[in-house]
């Protein structure tokens, strides 16, 4: 059967469906959910592991839909392959064979609204499997994405109710085979489940986990294979590894480690876990560090850090970024609050390495992904909050910012078509024009106005060191490294009048635009004016979007979120510095305590990281790949400091291990610039999100009055205080300058 | 093991935007400049470790951004000081008629108990350029330092690296000196903190 090359607008093709699949929202029968069980092809030309598997409760279905649904589950229609019923062609009721293309909607991954939910295959890690047997009425199905936090609940297979199930039944049983395709803990009767698994099959690889009884892991990887299925490990495994020898012999001791773990634990405990973490710290990896510092690469970087505890900290950095490759179960500290460790296990403020490796970012947006949210008018075709999701959870290719980026700094609204958006774009031209002629053409405030001519001096000075080391904004005059640093500057120049459009002053015509575009945001926002650091923020924008108005406009509405970062009693920034350290105490409870020995819990060091965004930590390339991130407000609109947690959880252990003082602590963060993981910080900023939410929901819940159980009793519950509550807010924080007066200094 | 507890010292660079405070502390610290430092924004922080008369000392040298705004985060950044570098550009008149403010400023926002004492350095920077273009006279900079309370002066160039060791090493010592004040003072306020001090310190040592 072949794959149609078209699918209807918006629609996707159905390849399995099952009927009377229930969500047990409480224990009572009549708030449980019906609806369908789905496996829908999105797009012509998405692979198997593309294909979406959701739950869509029957009131969201239209009719046409729920027919289609209907159709496929009572005549078993098996997606493409159409052979389950394949020898029963003329059984179907008399009827012609069915047309097998069938189209739904295409299937939300996500709804505020409803129970219905889906998930990418490709996003799934296990599949739980609890067929029907005597004890347990109804079999049931749990989908477990990547992302640990996504719990997605179970679905009930009520197969007294589904005319499918109970057709399939009476055919099974007419071939004398009641059983179960799919044996799971032994022969079970055939159920409702047992034909999804079996469906499932056909664009997956299900691999069964020997330690868990129905846990099916979807396409996994070699690793998780170790991890949950141990009787196909074998020892070459390690082979790959053995170019290095230290991998291979941490790899070893993982290991076996391993081994001692799942054989000796069906489950994994926190001691099971903290006995990994001793066996590591006292025995193995001293040696390691023998071998390691042998090794003249490693002995060449040391020659730059004369600090012997810095030192050590970056070695056992680069260890523990080598021992999370090989998915090693580091557990850290055994500070759990009982109540989150009650109810949301007691592992779970850590992000173990699975966890991380797990949630590992997808690739970035292309061109042709990018296309597909759009129709041929320019309009969006799917929700604003799926092509949000998209972004925030991949990021973009270079040659789509330039159009992404309008969006995401809402210079163009999400519902708009081209023509609409051309059309705004020549009225902010305009707009940007009267602006820009507001100092061009007066020469009179040019000459006469001080605050405009010491912002020319303080916009002159910083144009002049802003990124000049990428090509954009590279001296026209080549080797610039034998200028004289002020061969500009002679203490008189911004008094000459320049002419402008004159290239050189900066040696660079993009820093002359970008020059006119600050001296016009001056004016624009006359309160706040320049101030330091914003043409950190301003360089990145024009860079990709290269056109003068737009990054005007782009500039000033990513502006709108910075300006709390610059007004001039800091405020803004203060609030920010505070509530990172309140999240610091409320998700990294041990690292707080051991920098408050070390006299640095006011985080200070992240000051500049957050007033311009780590643009100064980070590559101009790699401060493109966060910044895009941030704008989406896919969760919160201060992202940002969970990318700021995310450093400090990533680096805490090193940090309480191995740096005992404010001296040694600020040298190691200091020392991060350059060197940080955009990608790998992200996952761990959305997984700390996540974990965070979950934790001040529990906390809510639990504080609402409801009782719950005594083992809390000793452990007080720590109320959310404003600041945290805000984090979970899309709204961008908005703080203005105070109305400039002619008391108001400069600067 | 206490015998060899260093000394920490905390310095702090001050001036206006463009000096060249950055150049100074890179300079000092590494033996290196740089056409492609970036305005600092917010404030930077490097260690240098030093001998000074025997003394195992390591200073915590503060770069500050240049704008004024930034000063007000002052509590958090210039508490625990122990020395002040005043910066100016010889070729620009307005840094220099500025440094009188910045004394000031740091006074009120470090909250220094006994400012007549408190131990300022002037730096001149920026001699490398040529003759014509400077505008501030040895002279005329002595006569503010001595106005200022006879305040150590240096002329430097932070791009040819004069002067740099000899002021940093005046900055050593009259931090150390003014260590050394305040621990007395401690000392004689609030016997109780040294245990504490000393607990700590033991947890930490390794």
Redesign the interface.
């Known amino acids: 059967m072949k794959a149609p090359k078209t699918f209807p607008p918006g629609k996707g093709q159905v390849l399995y469906a099952k009927s009377k699949v229930y969500i047990h929202v409480t224990s009572n029968k009549n708030d449980n959910i019906p609806g369908y069980l789905t496996i829908v092809k999105p797009f012509p030309d998405s692979k198997n592991d593309e294909l979406i598997i959701s739950f869509i409760p029957e009131l969201d279905l239209s009719i046409e839909d729920k027919t289609t649904l209907d159709y496929f589950d009572l005549y078993g229609l098996d997606g493409e392959k159409n052979d389950f019923y394949s020898n029963n062609k003329n059984d179907i009721n008399g009827k012609n064979f069915p047309q097998i293309i069938r189209f739904i909607d295409r299937p939300r991954i996500s709804s505020i609204s409803s129970y219905a939910f889906g998930a990418v295959i490709n996003q799934l890690y296990t599949i739980q499997v609890r067929p029907k047997k005597t004890s347990l009425w109804e079999g049931s199905i749990i989908l477990h994405p990547k992302q640990e936090n996504d719990k997605l609940p179970a679905l009930f297979f009520h197969d007294d109710e589904s005319l499918g199930t109970k057709r399939e039944q009476k055919l099974k049983n007419q071939n004398f085979e009641p059983y179960s395709e799919n044996q799971i803990g032994g022969n079970s009767l055939y159920w409702g489940g047992d034909r999804f698994i079996s469906c499932l099959k056909n664009y997956a690889t299900l691999t069964e986990s020997t330690l868990e009884t129905g846990m099916f892991l979807i396409n996994c990887t070699q690793e998780d294979a170790m991890n949950f299925v141990p009787n196909i490990l074998n020892n070459d495994q390690n082979k790959d590894d053995n170019s290095y020898d230290f991998n291979a012999e941490v790899n070893q001791v993982l290991t076996t480690a391993k081994w001692n773990l799942l054989t000796g634990l069906a489950s994994i405990t926190g001691f099971a876990k903290k006995q990994i973490n001793n066996a590591i710290d006292n025995k193995i990896l001293p040696q390691s560090l023998q071998k390691y510092v042998e090794r003249s690469e490693v002995k060449k970087i040391t020659d730059d850090f ?2 012997a ?1 810095v030192y050590l900290a970056k070695w056992a950095l680069s260890v523990q970024e080598e021992a999370e490759k090989n998915r090693k179960m580091i557990i850290g500290n055994e500070y759990y609050k009982e109540l989150i460790s009650v109810e949301l296990g007691d592992k779970f403020i850590e992000l173990t390495p699975l966890e991380v490796s797990k949630a590992a970012r997808r690739g970035k947006m292309n061109k042709e992904d990018w296309n597909k949210f759009f129709d041929s008018n320019g309009s969006l075709q799917f929700t604003i909050h799926e092509i949000i999701g998209q972004i925030f959870h991949s990021g973009l290719e270079e040659d789509i910012r330039k159009d992404a980026w309008l969006f995401l700094l809402g210079v163009f609204p999400w519902d708009t078509t081209v023509s609409e958006r051309e059309q705004l774009k020549k009225s902010l031209e305009n707009n940007y024009i009267e602006y820009k002629n507001s100092w061009k053409a007066d020469l009179t405030k040019q000459e006469n106005d001080a605050f405009w001519k010491d912002q020319k001096v ?1 916009i002159y ?2 144009l002049k ?5 990428v090509d954009f904004f590279k001296s026209s005059k080549g080797d ?2 034998d ?4 061969d500009d ?3 008189s120049y911004w008094n000459e009048e320049d002419e402008f459009g004159n290239e050189t002053l900066f040696h660079n015509k993009n820093l002359l635009v970008m020059r006119d575009i600050l001296f016009s945001y001056n004016e624009l926002n006359y309160n706040l004016g320049y ?3 914003m ?2 923020l301003l360089a990145p924008l024009y860079c990709v979007l290269k056109d003068e108005a737009i990054t005007f406009w782009a500039f000033s509405n990513f502006m709108e979120r910075m300006e709390r970062n ?1 007004v ?3 405020s803004g ?1 203060k609030a920010q510095m505070v509530t990172l350290t309140e999240l610091v105490q409320f998700m990294l409870p041990d690292l707080y305590v051991h920098l408050e ?2 006299d640095s819990s ?1 985080l ?2 992240f ?2 990281m957050l ?2 965004w780590f643009k ?1 930590e980070l590559s101009f390339l790699e401060t493109m790949d966060l910044w895009e991130i941030m704008w989406t407000d896919y969760y919160s609109s201060q992202f940002i400091l969970f990318f700021a947690l995310a450093i400090l959880q990533k680096h805490s252990k090193i940090i309480m291990k191995t740096l ?2 404010f ?1 040694g602590i ?2 190691y963060i ?1 020392d991060l610039s350059g060197k940080l993981d955009v990608q790998d910080l992200l996952t761990r900023s959305e997984l700390l999100f996540l974990k965070f939410k979950q934790m001040v929901e529990l906390i809510d819940r639990t504080s609402a009055g409801t009782s719950f159980n005594s083992k809390q009793a000793g452990e007080p519950v720590k109320p959310i205080s404003d600041e945290l509550r805000t984090l979970l807010s899309k709204e961008i924080v908005i703080e203005k300058e105070e109305t400039r007066t002619s008391e108001t ?3 | 093991m206490a015998g060899q507890k260093k000394t920490l010292l905390k310095v702090i660079i001050l001036g206006d935007t463009e000096v060249g405070k950055t150049s100074l502390m890179q300079q000092f610290i590494n033996g290196k400049f740089s056409q492609q430092y970036k305005a600092t924004i917010g404030a930077d922080f490097l260690p240098k470790d030093m001998i000074i008369d025997d003394k195992n000392i390591t200073m915590q040298i503060w770069d500050t951004a240049g704008q004024e705004r930034f000063q007000s985060l002052g509590v958090a950044f210039y508490r625990g000081s122990d020395c002040c570098v005043l910066v100016y550009d010889v070729t620009n008149l307005k840094s220099f008629e500025n440094l009188t403010s910045w004394r000031d400023e740091f006074l009120i926002q470090a909250n220094i108990k006994d400012p007549d004492n408190f131990p300022f350095i002037i730096i001149g920077n920026k001699i490398d350029l040529e003759e014509g273009k400077r505008l501030i006279s040895t002279k005329k900079a002595q006569a503010l330092s001595n106005s200022l309370g006879n305040l150590p002066y240096f002329e430097t160039s932070a791009k040819e690296s004069v002067n740099i060791d000899q002021a940093f090493e005046v900055v050593a010592r009259c931090a150390l000196k003014q260590e050394e004040i305040m621990e007395f003072n401690d000392d004689y306020t609030d016997a109780v903190n040294i245990n504490v001090d000393d607990d700590n310190y033991n947890n930490c040592a390794c």
């Open positions: 004369d600090s505890s303080r000075k910083d060191r802003t990124d000049r080391d610039d490294s200028d004289d640093y002020d500057y002679d203490g101030v330091q650091g043409c950190d610059f001039r009693n800091l920034m020995k070390c006011n200070f060091f000051f500049r007033l311009v100064r005992k003082g001296d600020l040298r200091n200094p400069f600067g």
